[in-house]
C-alpha cells in the first residue's frame, strides 16, 4: 500500500470513535469505528523541551521533580522564552543563548523559530535503568561514537556532502531521533484504519505505515533510516517493533549523535491514558553498543490546534553547498 493511499484510507475511515467503558481498569476508552483503542490525533512533544535526556546525579532514582525543582525549571523556562526574541551576537552568543542549546549559533535557527510549551515534571527522558541513565558501552559502541562526524561535532572542515550528518542532509532522523523533543517542529500525528496505524512525524517529514496484522518482518537483508515497523495491540496499548534499521542515524541530537549499531531492536509502546495524554516508550536493544537494554518514556499531549506544515528541507537543500563552500574558505585563512 502506497503512502498517499494509507493516508487517505486513514483519514476517511478514521473520523468516527465510539467509547466502550471498562476496558483495562480505564472507565471510558475510546474506540474507532471497527473496534481498536483510538490514538488518533496530534500529540507534540513541545512540553518536553527542557527535560534532559539522562538524569542529573542529584535527582536519584526519582523520575518526578519536588516542587521547588520544578520551579526552578520554570524558572529557566520563562528565561528561555525571554530570550526567543531577543537580540543575538551570532559572534559572541551570550552564555544563555548556549545554555539554550546552540541556539543563535551558526548552525542553529534564529531563536524565534522555537516552540515552548509547559515545562515538565519529569526528571530525566532515560526511566530505565532506574537511576535514569543510559547502560555502559560496548568497546564497539564506543568506537562507533569517536568516528561520528557532522555539525553538531564540529562546525567546519567537511571534504564532501558524505562527512555530514543525515539530519544535516536532510535524509533522516531516526525512529527515536523523529520522537525526541527539539527545539521544535515536534508535531506527532496518528491516523488509523483497518489493520494499519500511520506515525508522521513532522520533521524530518517521516511516516511510517504500521501494519497489525501479524505479518513478518522483511527480510534482513532490507535495510532503511527508519527500519521496518510492525505492530500489534496488547489491550489498550500499541506495541510496534522495529528492525532492519541500517545503523546511520543516532538517537540524539536529531539523530546525529549516540549512533546506534544496524542491530538495533526497538519496541515502541503508545498507550492513551486519558482524552488529552499519550504515554510513549520505546526500548532500545543493541548489543553492539549498550551491555543492556534502556528505555525512554513520556507523555505526549494532545493539541487539535497544532499545526503540521511542510517541512520543506530536502537533500539538495542550500546548506549543503554553504558547509562545504565555508570549509573551503576556511582553509585558506
Given at each position: 500500500m502506497n503512502?498517499?493511499?494509507?493516508?487517505?484510507?486513514?483519514?476517511?475511515?478514521?473520523?468516527?470513535?465510539v467509547?466502550?467503558?471498562g476496558?483495562q481498569?480505564q472507565?471510558?476508552?475510546?474506540r474507532?469505528?471497527?473496534?481498536?483503542p483510538?490514538?488518533?490525533g496530534?500529540?507534540?512533544?513541545?512540553?518536553m523541551?527542557?527535560?534532559?535526556?539522562?538524569?542529573?546525579d542529584?535527582f536519584?532514582?526519582?523520575?518526578?521533580?519536588?516542587?521547588?525543582?520544578?520551579?526552578a525549571r520554570?524558572?529557566q523556562a520563562?528565561?528561555?522564552?525571554?530570550?526567543?526574541?531577543?537580540d543575538?551576537?551570532?559572534?559572541k552568543?551570550?552564555?544563555?543563548?548556549v545554555a539554550?542549546?546552540?541556539?543563535?549559533g551558526?548552525?542553529?535557527?534564529?531563536?524565534?523559530w522555537?516552540?515552548?510549551?509547559?515545562?515538565?515534571?519529569?526528571?530525566?527522558?532515560?526511566?530505565?535503568?532506574?537511576?535514569?541513565?543510559?547502560?555502559?558501552?560496548?568497546?564497539?559502541?564506543?568506537?562507533?561514537?569517536?568516528?561520528?562526524?557532522?555539525?553538531?561535532?564540529?562546525?567546519t572542515?567537511?571534504?564532501s556532502a558524505?562527512?555530514?550528518?543525515?539530519?544535516?542532509?536532510c535524509?533522516?532522523?531516526?525512529?527515536?531521533?523523529?520522537?525526541?523533543?527539539?527545539?521544535y517542529?515536534?508535531?506527532?500525528?496518528?491516523?488509523?484504519a483497518p489493520g494499519?496505524?500511520?506515525l508522521?512525524?513532522?520533521?524530518?517529514?517521516?511516516?511510517?505505515?504500521?501494519?497489525?496484522?501479524?505479518r513478518p518482518?522483511?527480510s534482513?537483508?532490507?535495510?532503511?533510516?527508519?527500519?521496518?515497523?510492525?505492530?500489534?495491540?496488547?489491550?489498550?496499548?500499541?506495541?510496534?517493533?522495529?528492525?532492519?534499521l541500517?545503523?546511520?542515524t543516532?538517537?540524539?541530537?536529531?539523530g546525529?549523535?549516540?549512533?546506534?549499531s544496524?542491530?538495533?531492536?526497538?519496541?515502541?509502546?503508545?498507550?492513551?491514558?486519558s482524552?488529552?495524554?499519550l504515554?510513549?516508550?520505546?526500548t532500545?536493544?543493541?548489543p553492539?553498543t549498550?551491555?543492556?537494554?534502556w528505555?525512554?518514556?513520556m507523555?505526549l499531549?494532545?493539541d487539535?490546534?497544532y499545526?503540521?506544515?511542510?517541512?520543506?528541507?530536502?537533500e539538495?537543500?542550500?546548506?549543503m553547498?554553504?558547509i562545504l563552500?565555508?570549509?573551503?574558505?576556511?582553509e585558506?585563512?
Open positions: 503512502i498517499s493511499r494509507a493516508l487517505a484510507l486513514a483519514v476517511f475511515v478514521g473520523l468516527t470513535v467509547p466502550v467503558a476496558q481498569g472507565s471510558s476508552v475510546p474507532t469505528a471497527w473496534g481498536d483510538d490514538l488518533q496530534v500529540w507534540p512533544s513541545t512540553h523541551v527542557g527535560v534532559p535526556f539522562e538524569r542529573p542529584e536519584g532514582q526519582r523520575q518526578v521533580l519536588t516542587d521547588a525543582e520544578f520551579a520554570e524558572k520563562a528565561r528561555q522564552a525571554q530570550l526567543d526574541t531577543a543575538f551576537n551570532i559572534e552568543p551570550s552564555a544563555d543563548i539554550m542549546g546552540d541556539v543563535g551558526p548552525t542553529s535557527p534564529p531563536p524565534h522555537l516552540e515552548r510549551g509547559e515545562p515538565s515534571r519529569q526528571s530525566s527522558l532515560v526511566v530505565d535503568p532506574p537511576n535514569g541513565k543510559m547502560p555502559a558501552m560496548t568497546p564497539e559502541g564506543e568506537a562507533r561514537q569517536r568516528s561520528v562526524v557532522s555539525t553538531y561535532v564540529k562546525y572542515g567537511f571534504n558524505d562527512e555530514l550528518g543525515p539530519y544535516d542532509r535524509i533522516s532522523r531516526g525512529v527515536v531521533g523523529s520522537m525526541m523533543p527539539v527545539v517542529n515536534n508535531g506527532n500525528l496518528i491516523l488509523q494499519y496505524v500511520v508522521h512525524n513532522e520533521m524530518i517529514h517521516e511516516t511510517r505505515i504500521i501494519p497489525l496484522d501479524g518482518h522483511l534482513p537483508a532490507i535495510r532503511s533510516y527508519m527500519g521496518n515497523s510492525r505492530g500489534r495491540w496488547e489491550g489498550n496499548t500499541l506495541v510496534v517493533r522495529t528492525t532492519n541500517n545503523g546511520r543516532g538517537v540524539l541530537a536529531n546525529m549523535m549516540l549512533f546506534p544496524d542491530a538495533l531492536e526497538l519496541v515502541e509502546r503508545f498507550t492513551r491514558t482524552a488529552d495524554t504515554q510513549y516508550e520505546v532500545l536493544t543493541d553492539k549498550w551491555t543492556k537494554p528505555k525512554v518514556a507523555a499531549r494532545n487539535p490546534k499545526q503540521i506544515f511542510e517541512y520543506a528541507c530536502h539538495g537543500n542550500h546548506a553547498t554553504n563552500s565555508g570549509s573551503r574558505s576556511d585558506k585563512k
